[in-house]
């Protein structure tokens, strides 16, 4: 069974609902969840965040969170979750900040790097990907540890 059919079954066996807030992944965690038939049962929507305005705007992330941390953080993964949940009025939500590259990387935060947050009402993991896999390869990798995250949450 594939990660997003297991999230569903585990969604619909709670009665959960889900969102994403999604930056680096540009809507491909969005996009495999909703590929599952029935998926309208318990997937209420997703945004996706590619700028810090939106991220302020329709997630809650604070001003001071991105110019003391950075969009790629801990702290703004964990504040785009919460405010997914929030806007979207869900159970449940992941979110993806990164640097899918091949630009953009830094000696503190090189491409690859990837913040990822799952949260499951007030409980909320969170994970550091990193390693360059190529752009491509870098939102692939973030996809599948953002739904693995939020599975083993449901769990």
Same mark, same amino acid.
């Given at each position: 069974? !594939?990660?997003?059919?297991?999230? /569903? $079954? =585990?969604?619909?066996?709670? %009665?959960?609902?889900?969102?994403? &807030? ?23 929507? /997703?945004? #996706? ?5 939106? !991220?302020?705007?329709?997630?809650? #992330?604070?001003?001071?969170? =991105? $110019? ?14 919460? /405010?997914?949940?929030?806007?979207? !009025?869900?159970?449940? &939500? #992941?979110?993806?900040? *990164?640097?899918? /590259?091949?630009?953009?990387?830094? @000696?503190?935060? @090189?491409?690859?790097? #990837? ?9 909320? !993991? ?7 896999? *190529?752009?491509?390869? %870098? ?7 953002? =739904? =693995? ?7």
């Amino acid at each position: 069974m !594939k990660l997003e059919e297991e999230i /569903g $079954e =585990l969604l619909k066996a709670k %009665n959960l609902s889900l969102s994403t &807030a999604e930056s680096c992944t540009g809507g491909g965690i969005a996009a495999l969840v909703t590929s599952v038939s029935g998926s309208s049962e318990y997937f209420k929507g /997703g945004i #996706v965040a590619y700028s810090n305005d939106v !991220k302020m705007a329709l997630l809650h #992330v604070s001003a001071e969170t =991105l $110019e003391k941390h950075g969009a790629v953080s801990r702290e703004t993964v964990t504040e785009m979750v919460k /405010g997914a949940m929030n806007t979207l !009025k869900t159970d449940c &939500a #992941v979110a993806t900040s *990164g640097i899918a /590259g091949p630009g953009g990387g830094t @000696p503190e935060k @090189p491409v690859g790097t #990837v913040w990822i947050a799952a949260a499951y009402k007030n409980e909320i !993991k969170t994970m550091k990907q990193e390693g360059d896999c *190529g752009r491509a390869g %870098n939102v692939q990798k973030a996809i599948q540890n953002a =739904l =693995l995250l939020l599975c083993n949450l449901l769990k």
